[in-house]
C-alpha cells in the first residue's frame, strides 16, 4: 500500500492507495490562513504537522502495515525558513502573499533570472519572499540556515532529511529549470548559496526513509520510503495520468490551473505562462494560472446571499455571452497580466442583469481568462489536443460547455474519483518504492465528453474580444 499527502492551502488531505491504484481511506484535517496585514498570507508550520498527525491517525485505522512508500505534494513557492537547529524562525510567508512584489520587480529587471528559470519573477515566488525579509526582519534573516518549501518541511519531520524536488523547486526563482539544478549565481544575487537550499530529488525518487518512532507510532513497517513527491499542480499532473507531450489538464478549483505536460523545455517568460520541471525525470509542464476561478464564484454566491451550485445549477442550455462581463482579478492575476494591483469588476450592466446574467457572467470572466492562458501557452508552441476537467468548479456542465466553446476544444470529464495532489503523491510513492515509471501515472477512464458548440463559436470568439478590450480598460482604474 502507499500513503498520499497533499497539503492544501486550506487542509492537508492524505489518502490510503493499494499496489492496483484503488483509494481504500482517505481522510483531511483542515488548516487555516493568518492574514495579519493587507497583501499577507501565512500558516504556522507547526499546524502543518498537527494536520499530518490527525490525517495519519484516521488513516492507521485502516492498518498501515502494508504500506511500502509514502508520497508528499503541498502548495508551492512558501518560504519556511530554519535556523541551524531546525527550528522555525517566523510563520511560513504563503504563494498567495503580495508582500514582496517590488523586490519581485526587481529581481525580474535583471535578465539572469529569467534566463535561467524560464519564468517572470512573481511576488509570489519564495526568492523576492527571502529579499522582503532581508529589509524589513533583518535580525530574522541573519538566522536563516534553510529554506524549505512547505511540503518540504513535513518531510524533514517524516525522514528528518532537508530535501527537495524539482516541480516545486522550479517555483522559487532559484533553480535552473532546463538544467534541473540548483543556480548559484541566482542564489549569490540574493545573497544566499546552495548549503541554504535542500538537496534535490526527483519526484519518483527516494528522498529518506520514515523515521523509526513515526513508523512505530502508526504501525507501518520498518523502511518506509517516502518520494521526492511534487508541486500541488505537478502532483496533480501525475494524479490525472497528464505526463506526456501534448496532454493537458483544466483545474477549476480555489485558483484556476491551464496544465500541459511537455517532453521538452519550452520556456517564453514574457508570456506569464509558468514554465517548470515536471514530478518526473525529463518532463517539464506549463501552466497558465489565474487567481480567482471558484473562489470568484463562492465570493458572488456570498455577495448573493446564495451558494455556487444554486447560482450554477439553474443555467440550462449554453447561451451566447451577453452585454454584461465580468474580469475576475478579485485579488491580481497571473497569467497573462502579471499585476498584483489589478482588480475585478462587473461592465455592462443593466436593468436586465438579473442573477442569473450576473451568473453567466461571471463564469464566462474565468472561461476567457482560461482562453488567456491558452493563447499563452499557444505562444510557446504548446498545442492542447484536448483537456481533462478537474477540480470542484467541473461539476458545473454550463461552465465546462462554456470552456469547450471559448478554447474550441473538448474537454473529458473522468468518471468519478479524486484525481488530485494526494493521489498523484501515492502515485509518485509507488514509483519510489518500486522503480516503475510514467506508466504508472495512467489517464482515468472517461465518463463523457464535452465538444465544443459550433453554433456559439462566434459568439465566444466575440465576447472574448470584449474580454480583452475591457481587461485594457481596467488596469488604469484599479
Partial sequence: MYIGLDLGTSGLKGILMTEAQEVVAEATAPLTVQRPHEGWSEQGPNTWIAAAETVLDALSAHGLGAVRGIGLSGHMHGATLLDASDQVLRPCILWNDSRSHAEAAELDDDPMFRRLTGNIVFPGFTAPKLMWLRTHEPRLWEKVAKILLPKDYLRLWLTGEAVSEMSDAAGTAWLDTGARDWSEDLLAATGLSRGHMPALVEGSAVSGHLRAGLAARWGLPAGVVVAGGGGDNAASGVGVGVVRAGEAFVSLGTSGVLFAANDGYQPDPATAVHTFCHALPNTWHQMGVILACTDALNWFARLTGSDAAS????????????????????????????????????????????????????????????????????????????????????????????????????????????????????????????????????????????????????????????????QSAIKGLT
Fill in 311 to 470: 447560482l450554477t445549477g439553474d443555467l440550462g442550455a449554453l447561451q451566447a455571452p451577453g452585454k454584461t462581463l465580468f474580469l475576475p482579478y478579485l485579488g491580481g492575476e497571473r497569467t497573462p497580466l502579471n499585476s498584483a494591483s489589478v482588480r475585478g469588476a462587473f461592465v455592462g450592466l443593466e436593468h436586465a442583469t438579473d442573477r442569473a446574467a450576473a451568473t453567466r457572467a461571471l463564469l464566462e470572466g474565468v472561461t476567457f481568462a482560461f482562453r488567456d492562458c491558452r493563447d499563452a501557452l499557444a505562444a510557446t508552441g504548446t498545442r492542447l489536443d484536448r483537456l481533462l476537467a478537474v477540480g470542484g468548479g467541473s461539476r458545473s456542465d454550463y461552465w465546462l460547455r462554456a470552456i469547450a466553446t471559448a478554447l474550441d476544444c473538448p474537454v473529458q470529464v473522468p468518471v468519478a474519483g479524486d484525481f488530485g495532489g494526494a493521489f498523484g503523491a501515492a502515485r509518485l510513492a509507488l514509483m519510489a518504492a518500486t522503480g516503475a515509471g510514467a506508466e504508472v501515472a495512467s489517464l482515468p477512464r472517461i465518463a463523457r465528453v464535452i465538444e465544443p458548440d459550433a453554433a456559439l463559436k462566434d459568439a465566444f470568439d466575440a465576447g472574448h474580444a470584449r474580454h480583452i478590450q475591457a
